[in-house]
């Protein structure tokens, strides 16, 4: 399955980007600094995606002593991370231009922030507990608390009043974004999607190989 | 467009290419980081002697 996702991810990210850099005109009032979006919006999805995964693995994981939903959970913890704090980072390369200051303690933001304290938490909870078992079971316990978080920064821009804009891409109703800037947002989003199941898998594999007995894995080849 | 317009994008270069190579290096490593580890790993795993005394030729 690593191949499958890992190839098709560089060829969307290469038409991403070209469409997103090349094709998509310059918007009509954050001009080309709203191109920043293509990645800022992506990174920003997979943040949250990712953190509703590692609660539901880590649940499973806790729940029916399934190691390697515990270990799935670790795996995701990472790349949740990355991809939360480059939605941070990104979000302020663009809040700059269009703000006027690299960071407020507005709803969205502060939640998002919030998330990527959990994930360190989950992270360095974790690693500081010798027993897998026990450190499984700990970050269980962490992951499932915050995972209300989620919701609160999906809907933040709802429920508060922000300087963050309201959501642009709609399920239930009229996306309010022009097709040629909306196509490259869902290949990037699409790519990142393909790019996160083949980096999660390939750690899996590697927690896989640290924490099961060298020999057991030696004799199973 | 020109090249160095490309690049300037609109007086927004350093923001759009920050985020870019930003994002690029942070993915970009953790593929790179992942690879080493898986590496470094699967080395173990050859170099462990099977259960029994026997000997894992890679």
Redesign the interface.
């Known amino acids: 399955l690593i191949p499958w996702c890992a190839v098709p991810a560089g060829i969307l990210f290469a038409v991403g980007l070209y469409l997103g850099l090349f094709v998509a005109p310059a918007d009509f009032q954050q001009g080309d600094a709203y191109r920043v979006l293509f990645v800022h919006v992506p990174a920003a999805w997979m943040g949250m995606l990712l953190y509703i995964l590692l609660a539901f693995y880590a649940a499973v994981g806790c729940a029916f002593n399934a190691r390697v939903s515990s270990m799935m959970a670790s795996s995701l913890s990472i790349t949740g991370a990355m991809f939360t704090g480059l939605s941070l980072v990104t979000g302020s390369l663009w809040g700059r231009p269009t703000w006027g200051t690299w960071w407020v303690w507005d709803a969205r933001t502060t939640s998002t922030l919030i998330l990527l304290f959990l994930y360190i938490g989950f992270i360095s909870l974790q690693s500081a507990i010798e027993d897998p078992k026990r450190a499984d079971r700990a970050g269980a316990v962490l992951a499932l608390v915050g995972v209300v978080n989620v919701p609160i920064i999906y809907f933040s821009v709802q429920w508060w009043s922000t300087l963050h804009q309201g959501a642009t891409i709609r399920i239930a109703d009229e996306t309010r974004m022009a097709a040629s800037m909306l196509v490259p947002l869902l290949v990037m989003i699409a790519a990142c999607w393909l790019y996160s199941i083949a980096v999660v898998l390939v750690r899996l594999r590697c927690l896989i190989l640290e924490r099961e007995p060298p020999g057991a894995i030696a004799a199973a080849k | 467009m020109s090249w160095p317009g490309?690049l300037f994008?609109?007086?927004?270069g350093f923001?759009?290419w920050?985020?870019?190579v930003?994002?690029l290096m942070?993915?970009g490593g953790?593929?790179l980081l992942?690879?080493r580890?898986?590496s470094a790993?699967?080395c173990?795993?050859?170099n462990?002697?099977?259960?029994?005394g026997t000997e894992?030729r890679a």
Do not use: K, Q, W
């Open positions: 490309f994008m609109g007086g927004y923001y759009v920050g985020a870019y930003l994002t942070a993915m953790e593929v992942l690879l580890r898986l790993r699967s173990d795993i050859r462990t002697p099977i259960r029994g894992v």
